[in-house]
């Protein structure tokens, strides 16, 4: 082929490329009533206005963010579907259906017209409220309400409300009207602040330090009173100066402190959470904060009302739910319509094995610690965890019973100790309890440099000898003494809230398996676990812990118990713990328990060392049960067991009796 042809045929092809290429677009075209109407609807389902089928783009854009802006973002997702067109004279009308799905995936659905024009060749799409909605007129907006709905219960059992919406009064100071009080009298201001701070024992610097950084309208929050604590003051704050208040509801305990840091507290949703939730929550929502409340919080909160309005764009269209209309008859607001409302949504009760009874008595039995408390109390029949108690007398309880973490010292004796009974040592079998042992040149000793000779094992156990345990560290190994706190059921559970359990070396290094026979050196294990351990003794084998008996937590849980556990007790081994547990009370560093009304109580003291002051510092505990009920007691810092969580556990038995 010659270069001429060549480029001649060139030239062909690129016409014929043009040639499709115009006549594609030209076909693309609304030349068909039908074909605007599909593209007009594809714009308003994707919720962007963006084709060139609109008669005014510009206008129909502006017009359908200001109707629908608030919608949308409130709402799931739509859909707008085509279902026919009809012809009007010259012009065409499509009818259009409109599907709008809530958070809930609760449909939502109306029709509407959408007109059809033609110029010229092409037909054009014309965008009026009505289009949007049928019911809309100009200067008419669509608004979404939502109303938070009333918060579930958490129950105990029986059924029994362990906490529920209450009523409750914020005290707040205003600025302003503060200022206004001190004019002309320097006193005046001061007057307030001082009345308040002797009647509500709050943080007075505290207070004058968020005064000053406010603005003079602003709402400072002072205190959110129950009610009945607030009718208590209330002759005496009412009428200060400067004093605001805010009657409302939020979930409350029982009473003031009950299994308080457990339970946890829920309060008005923050700036910061509003915003994240992509539309379920407002400033008006209660959200969970801690304890259960948080972990099931989706549950206990439920997602309310939602209400859909046609109101004033000038006044309406910026805010959550529609307003009143304005008074003057010149340019009056016409008053919102409602056109749509979503099925209401209660949050969902969440049913817990706290028993209302046993919690009480461990709420005051861990108030008479003089160091920050923890109580565990469990049903060794069912496993039930029946009371949670958090005490401290700074006042700032956090939930140390089943999230704290300690050495558990001489309680952890009951693990050791079974795995001694398990390895062929009995009651009888004779172990020395001197003064003081060595294991590779680290030294162990008795509390208060106690000696006890050549004993039976249920004596050593009794008194809480130390060298005694250390120096039969050589009978199992790490790996034995981890499995029998196993068989006892302290390896990890899912409670469906925040709680852990123990951790317990497995490996042989002499000095650090001689501290682990006596709950020292890497050993550690919150207040759950002991209880847990104590619970399994009872019981004759393995207990898994239960708190949550409905619901769905954060971590989609569910609050089953789950454990590692898959370590059988022995029984011989486990009925002689038994009884080795209650000698410790009736001969032992437990005998003040000995004469507590009702059946005979059984249980280990621990004095667990910590920190690297010398002499150590030591927590207290005890580990122990009496019928049906196991416990754990811990107070931090308490020094000796006997001296200590002994007193707190009796108090307990005898509240329950």
């Not at 200067?139 to 109303?147: E, F, I, M, P, T």
């Not at 129950?226 to 409350?252: A, C, M, W």
């Amino acid at each position: 082929m010659t270069k001429k042809s060549t480029t001649w045929l060139s030239i062909a092809i690129v016409v014929v490329l043009l040639v499709g290429a115009g006549t594609f677009a030209f076909f693309a075209l609304p030349l068909k009533a039908e074909t605007a109407a599909e593209d007009a609807t594809a714009d308003l389902n994707s919720g962007t206005i963006e084709s060139s089928v609109w008669s005014d783009e510009k206008t129909a854009k502006k017009l359908h963010e200001l109707v629908l802006g608030t919608v949308a973002q409130s709402m799931k997702k739509r859909s707008v579907e085509l279902t026919g067109t009809e012809k009007h004279g010259d012009d065409v009308i499509a009818t259009l259906k409109w599907t709008w799905t809530n958070q809930d995936g609760e449909p939502w659905e109306y029709s509407s017209e959408l007109p059809l024009h033609k110029k010229g060749l092409l037909w054009s799409a014309e965008l009026t409220p009505t289009v949007l909605h049928p019911d809309l007129d100009d200067g008419r907006v669509l608004v979404s309400q939502k109303s938070p709905g009333e918060r579930g219960a958490i129950l105990g059992e029986d059924e029994k409300e362990l906490m529920a919406e209450g009523p409750v009064v914020d005290i707040g100071i205003h600025p302003a009207k503060l200022n206004e009080a001190g004019r002309g009298n320097s006193e005046g201001g001061q007057d307030t602040l001082t009345t308040l701070q002797d009647e509500l024992d709050i943080d007075l610097k505290a207070l004058k330090e968020r005064i000053d950084k406010a603005e003079p309208e602003q709402f400072v929050p002072v205190i959110t009173l129950r009610e009945s604590d607030y009718k208590k003051v209330k002759d005496t704050i009412h009428s200060l100066p400067g004093t605001v208040f805010n009657s409302h509801t939020q979930p409350l305990s029982r009473k003031k402190g009950f299994a308080g840091p457990t339970l946890g507290t829920a309060g008005a949703a923050s700036a910061e959470e509003v915003e994240a939730s992509d539309g379920k929550l407002t400033g008006e929502s209660v959200v969970g904060k801690s304890g259960i409340q948080k972990a099931f919080d989706e549950d206990l909160s439920g997602p309310g009302s939602e209400a859909i309005y046609i109101a004033d764009a000038e006044k309406d269209s910026g805010d959550e739910g529609a307003g009143e209309g304005s008074d003057s008859d010149e340019g009056k607001a016409a008053e919102p319509v409602l056109i749509h409302e979503f099925p209401d949504h209660d949050g969902e009760d969440i049913t817990t094995t706290l028993n209302v009874g046993v919690q009480e008595a461990a709420d005051e039995a861990a108030a008479t610690g003089k160091k920050p408390t923890a109580l565990v109390a469990i049903r060794p029949s069912d496993g039930h965890i029946i009371a949670v108690a958090n005490q401290d007398p700074e006042g700032a309880a956090w939930d140390r019973a089943l999230t704290g973490q300690y050495a558990p010292g001489s309680v952890f004796k009951v693990a050791s100790g079974l795995a001694l009974l398990e390895s062929g040592v009995d009651a009888k079998t004779t172990l020395d309890c001197p003064k003081t042992t060595t294991v590779d040149g680290k030294s162990f000793k008795n509390a208060e440099d106690h000696v006890l000779g050549e004993v039976a094992f249920e004596d050593d156990f009794a008194e809480s000898c130390n060298t005694a345990f250390v120096n039969a560290a050589e009978k199992v190994s790490a790996s034995d003494v981890a499995k029998a706190a196993s068989s006892l059921g302290m390896d990890d559970v899912d409670l469906g809230v925040d709680a852990k359990m123990a951790s317990i070396p497995s490996e042989d290094d002499a000095v650090t398996h001689a501290a682990q026979m006596i709950g020292q050196g890497k050993v550690n294990s919150s207040p759950l676990a002991v209880a847990v351990m104590a619970a399994s003794v009872a019981a004759g084998d393995t207990v898994d812990p239960l708190l949550i008996v409905s619901g769905e937590s954060e971590d989609e849980s569910g609050g089953e118990s789950e454990t590692k556990s898959s370590q059988a007790i022995d029984a011989d081994a486990v009925t002689t713990m038994q009884k080795l547990m209650r000698r410790a009370v009736t001969d032992g560093t437990a005998d003040a328990l000995k004469d507590v009304p009702g059946e005979p109580v059984h249980g280990k003291t621990g004095t667990a060392e910590y920190g690297g002051e010398t002499p150590p510092r030591t927590h207290s505990w005890f580990a122990g049960y009496q019928g049906d009920v196991a416990v754990a007691v811990l107070v931090e810092d308490g020094g000796f067991g006997a001296e200590a969580a002994v007193p707190v556990a009796k108090t307990f038995f005898t509240e329950l009796n």
